[in-house]
């Protein structure tokens, strides 16, 4: 029971984060709920939290935590990273301290008009038992890209945890701008490269 209602949240979210990536090509905003990465599966399960893993971040380097002790657990497979079953395929990569307050004042849920969530407690990455504040949190690339457009550029938004962010997001805004992608996606490229600091001329959808 327990592991057909994990399958069946996680295929909503991925269904969801799909949509919010149509939403970011379509202009729909009313899609970007989609970013809350499966609130409702966050009760369901820690399987495999804390295991080695060989993803990497957006430095190339073994991609971190996102959510820690004290924080509420996120990852789309609820192991407090930013990975996915198959990340080539996935989009919960981009970790940002929802706990943060850009320049606007306004948090990720304010600027993407969904419920406020992100002020809400979840399951604590260190104890399912108690519940922990919402602070650094997996998001959907397709809905990051919308976020950044409707923050205002990439000078308005939230901090990113640079160290979790999983570099499956550098490649596929890469190929996206390659491929003629919307604006949202070519703008959500450079930003990241901006706000991590990376080479702005760097090609990281060339396999790493």
């Not at 959510?67 to 981009?94: K, N, P, W, Y």
């Not at 969904?114 to 690339?141: F, I, L, N, R």
Request: hydrophobic letters at 35%.
């Amino acid at each position: 029971m327990l592991i057909n209602m994990i399958i069946r949240t996680a295929t909503l979210t991925l269904l969801l984060c799909v949509a919010a990536a149509t939403a970011t090509f379509s202009g729909d905003s009313s899609l970007l709920r989609a970013s809350k990465s499966g609130k409702e599966s966050h009760e369901t399960t820690k399987k495999g939290r804390g295991k080695e893993t060989t993803k990497k971040n957006v430095y190339g380097k073994d991609l971190q935590m996102c959510s820690t002790e004290g924080m509420a657990l996120t990852g789309f497979t609820r192991d407090g990273r930013c990975i996915e079953q198959q990340d080539d395929v996935g989009s919960h990569h981009i970790c940002i301290d929802l706990a943060s307050i850009a320049w606007t004042g306004k948090n990720f849920c304010d600027v993407t008009e969904q419920p406020d969530w992100c002020d809400d407690k979840m399951a604590c990455s260190d104890d399912s038992d108690e519940k922990c504040p919402v602070k650094h949190w997996c998001v959907c690339q397709w809905a990051f890209a919308a976020y950044i457009e409707k923050a205002g550029g990439c000078d308005a938004i939230q901090e990113i945890n640079c160290e979790a962010t999983n570099i499956e997001a550098l490649k596929a805004y890469e190929k996206k701008s390659k491929a003629g992608a919307d604006e949202n996606v070519v703008n959500a490229l450079k930003c990241l490269k901006q706000r991590c600091k990376l080479d702005a001329d760097a090609d990281f959808a060339i396999a790493r």
